[in-house]
């Protein structure tokens, strides 16, 4: 995925270290993070990702508190719903 200058590369790891990164490398200056084994995590647009046994878990950049914080903002108290959501 790129994002103006910024790259994410999901792949072989053997791909990355021997042929993408040293091709990047010749022509721009780069900074990168890596994933490890479980539990490590990097972040990527505001966002976490955190490497699980089974795959991958990507954390918003955000808490629920911010976005009803903003809401209020804009809209006033935000109030409890009565409605069954069940």
């Known amino acids: 995925m790129v994002h ?5 590369f999901a792949g072989s790891r053997k791909v990355w270290t021997q042929k993408f990164l040293p091709t990047m ?3 721009f200056s780069v900074s990168y993070k890596l994933l490890g084994g479980t539990g490590t995590e990097i972040d990527f647009l505001k966002r976490r990702l955190v490497m699980l046994s089974d ?7 955000t808490s629920a508190a911010k976005v009803v914080e ?5 809209f006033g108290h935000a109030r409890l719903q009565k409605v069954p959501s069940d």
């Open 25 to 27: 490398q010749q022509k």
């Open 70 to 74: 903003c809401f209020e903002k804009h």
């Open 4 to 8: 103006v200058d910024d790259l994410l």
């Open 55 to 61: 795959g991958m878990m990507i954390v918003p950049g």
